[in-house]
């Protein structure tokens, strides 16, 4: 919502960003204030309910009771994780037996991420996960051929490195069987897996 | 004749005054009087905390404070501990270790918060302080065993070394072996972070029975119940204990032998550590419980009668952590039992599941608000809060200092109302008026901001996360919350104009971190031109800001403000707003 209403204002200013018609200046340290009464806070807050198109009257309560009601309404089946939502400490996973930090690698990107196979039931969920976590690659969901939300065209495969060393595609074993066996994990480029010797035909449905 | 007045004392009898004088405020007020206190004050100052490792640089430390005994630095922002902060960001101590060691030969101290650490630092401390004494590591990571054995052997006077919640490369167990038979200095090992299941445990049996002074001990994992007994004994002067494991099968010898080393132990007044814990194994404490002052269950997986049962042998408990698996039920008892409990943290068993598994709601907390008189410190993961509640919460305790509500699921209403909790939380900042740090949840209006702005005075730490409206709502923290040091925000509309609007402030915070809202690229490289002081860096994986329109919001951002100027170690996926250095990027 606001962002709309931010980008709106910044379009509107003439070429470049002039700020200064709007009264929000940075007020350097020893620049004369513009308002009377001496406060540049209150200067600032006065051009900003000025410039600011915001109603925070009964009526956008409605609205937003409205909304609310209608998310209570619904019932939650299936929880998409938020990267960092709930705020509990990675490594330290309370409350569970065990935790399995693995390492997530992405051609291309010049940083690696962890994550606990541990918090996951699936390969979809673990799939939607790396999904967010690297927001800008679609990852070629190879139990059901489709393709996720296309950002920049191009695909990756996702791959593991099991107890052996071998690096295999992800989805070809169970489940478990996958987050016992996993080192680490590797989003290959499509065009690169394909020289791979990776098993082609998963033997295992999507439903898990 | 001419009377000569002494305008001041000598400058030794000053120093001596000076050094009644700890807290860090209160030295730079000192330093702030006059040039001559100002310089006398800076060479005996023994004790710097940098509470931003980017906001000074290592030479400007030295130069200013050349005899410091003590350093404390902390390097990511806090919600680096959320996974929010990409692997390879910075907070490198290195740099800081290669200055002081030229520089500081008689350091003493080292204290380190979030911050990459690497054995080649440890290596580097340990050949470099000929008289190191405390090395405490907490949530850093970058090293491995082999840099303990290197702080291990070479530090003659260690006193403590504590590594608490880092992320340690646990190569081998071995490195304990690495202390010298000589080494008796030990006061406080904390090892509960090491992973590994192997541990060299004769030599840590060893290491614990030479050193008479230890008072805090906290094994980890590979330190299995049966073993326990047996480190208990070599140490029944400590005060704080972490167990290992504490679960086996029960054994009748096994567990005697436990109750026994336990009760041996008159000073013992904290315990912690209870992985997988075994109930049956809980009432060897018993005879230390009525001196225990605090107690961290927050991995241990019993259920709720089994942590009432223990709970109410402890009637002195100033501190509790805990899992949800207390339930409401357990935090009854607690407000009955313990009366000097000054800090609860109640911690999700199962934050990622959709449905509730334990009967853990706002009730919980109302009970022991309304029970313990004393309680000051509150973190609270539930599921479920309504106003009515924070209200009551707010008026029972209105001498909180911290308070802390993660409801899980984001945006979740007044379950009673379905309203937002504006009004709980705005009840919170204003009743409890010594509130220093406060953590928001669940649906949230600006109008909760406006309270905060009103209200929150004392407020120098606030978190917030899918709440507000608009601009307005971060408007009203920045100028309104006086005593703001750090403000961390994520997935919140708020955009340009309240930052640029409050840009001064910003100079006056020690950081400010905003990820998922609506601030453009424009606004960013706008407020690090125009203000010096302030480091502006956005975080952005996918590709360079300026790849996109300048009204493009983005990603992450973290403003800080500096006197070293823009720092140079940053990894390609974060930008620094300083325009020099930015066109050489």
Not at chain 1, 109 to 132: F, G, M
Not at chain 1, 182 to 191: G, I, N, Q, Y
Not at chain 2, 298 to 315: E, F, N
Not at chain 2, 557 to 575: H, K, Q, T
């Amino acid at each position: 919502m606001s962002s709309e209403n931010g980008k709106r204002l910044l379009e509107t200013d003439a070429g470049g960003l002039n700020f200064e018609a709007t009264e929000l200046t940075l007020g350097l340290p020893g620049e004369p204030r513009v308002t009377s009464d001496g406060g540049a806070k209150l200067g600032s807050k006065r051009g900003f309910s000025e410039t600011v198109d915001l109603k925070l009257g009964d009526n956008n309560q409605e609205v937003k009771l409205g909304h609310s009601l209608q998310e209570a309404a619904k019932s939650p089946v299936s929880k998409t994780q938020v990267v960092g939502w709930p705020p509990v400490r990675g490594f330290a996973r309370r409350g569970k037996k065990s935790c399995k930090y693995v390492k997530v690698a992405v051609d291309g990107a010049p940083y690696l991420r962890k994550v606990d196979l541990e918090i996951y039931n699936s390969y979809q969920q673990l799939l939607t996960s790396l999904e967010d976590m690297f927001s800008c690659f679609t990852i070629r969901n190879y139990l059901n051929e489709k393709k996720i939300d296309q950002v920049n065209g191009i695909e990756y495969m996702p791959t593991y490195e099991d107890k052996d060393g071998d690096w295999m595609l992800v989805g070809d074993v169970p489940w478990q069987m996958f987050v016992e066996s996993c080192k680490r994990l590797r989003l290959m480029k499509s065009s690169e897996a394909v020289g791979l010797g990776l098993k082609t035909a998963p033997k295992y449905s999507s439903t898990n | 004749m001419q009377k000569k007045m002494a305008y001041s004392f000598p400058d030794e009898v000053l120093e001596q005054v000076f050094s009644f004088i700890q807290s860090d405020k209160d030295r730079n007020a000192v330093s702030l009087v006059c040039k001559s206190w100002d310089e006398i004050e800076r060479w005996c100052r023994r004790k710097v905390f940098i509470g931003n490792c980017y906001a000074v640089s290592p030479r400007m430390v030295i130069r200013r404070f050349p005899e410091v005994r003590s350093i404390k630095l902390k390097g990511k922002p806090h919600f680096a501990d959320f996974n929010l902060v990409p692997d390879g960001w910075g907070g490198y101590v290195l740099p800081w270790i290669a200055e002081m060691a030229g520089a500081y030969p008689w350091l003493e101290e080292i204290r380190l918060k979030r911050m990459v650490v690497t054995d080649e630092s440890l290596e580097l401390i340990a050949k470099s302080f000929k008289n190191f004494k405390v090395l405490v590591l907490f949530s850093c990571e970058g090293f491995s065993t082999d840099g303990l054995a290197a702080i291990a052997a070479s530090c003659k006077n260690l006193r403590e070394l504590d590594l608490r919640e880092s992320e340690v490369d646990d190569l081998s167990g071995h490195w304990l072996a690495h202390f010298p038979e000589t080494c008796t200095s030990l006061v406080s090992l904390n090892i509960s972070c090491l992973r590994s299941d192997e541990v060299s445990f004769s030599a840590l049996e060893r290491l614990v029975g030479r050193c008479p002074n230890l008072r805090s001990l906290r094994l980890n994992r590979a330190v299995t119940l049966d073993k326990i007994a047996n480190i208990l004994r070599r140490a029944p002067q400590l005060v704080d204990f972490g167990t290992g494991y504490y679960a086996a099968e029960l054994q009748p010898d096994v567990f005697s032998n436990l109750a026994g080393a336990f009760s041996s132990c008159k000073e013992l007044k904290s315990l912690s550590g209870f992985w997988d814990v075994v109930p049956a194994y809980l009432p060897a404490l018993y005879s230390i419980c009525p001196r225990l002052t605090s107690l961290n269950l927050s991995y241990a997986t019993i259920q709720s009668p089994d942590l009432i049962k223990l709970v109410s042998h402890c009637p002195r408990l100033q501190r509790l952590l805990v899992l949800d698996y207390v339930e409401d039920s357990g935090l009854e008892e607690l407000a009955s039992s313990c009366k000097d409990l000054q800090e609860l943290r109640v911690f999700p068993s199962d934050p990622f599941g959709a449905e509730p598994n334990v009967s853990l709601t706002e009730q919980g907390l109302v009970a022991v608000s309304l029970g313990c008189p004393k309680l000051r410190s509150v973190l609270y993961f539930c599921r479920r809060m309504s106003n009515a509640a924070l209200v009551t919460i707010a008026q029972n305790r209105p001498n909180l200092t911290r308070f802390r509500l993660c409801i899980i699921e984001p945006k979740t209403p007044d379950y009673l109302t379905l309203e937002p909790l504006d009004v709980g939380f705005g009840a919170i900042v204003e009743h409890c008026k010594d509130l220093r740090r406060l953590s928001l949840s669940g649906l949230l209006t600006d109008h909760v901001f406006e309270y905060i702005g009103t209200y929150g005075k004392k407020l120098e730490m606030l978190s917030v996360a899918f709440a507000g409206d608009s601009d307005l709502g971060l408007h009203h923290v920045l100028s309104g919350c006086e005593s703001l040091r750090k403000l961390e925000i994520r997935d919140c509309p708020f955009g340009d104009k309240a930052l640029l609007a409050n840009a001064a402030k910003l100079e006056t915070m020690r950081s400010l971190w905003m990820s998922s809202c609506a601030v453009s690229f424009g606004a960013c490289k706008l407020l690090g031109q125009k203000m010096p002081k302030l480091n502006v860096e956005v975080i952005d994986e996918t590709e360079p800001p300026d790849s996109r329109p300048e009204s493009c919001p983005v990603d992450k951002l973290y403003i800080y403000r500096s006197v070293a100027g823009p720092r140079f170690d940053m990894p390609p996926f974060v930008w620094t707003m300083d325009e020099a250095v930015r066109i050489l990027h």
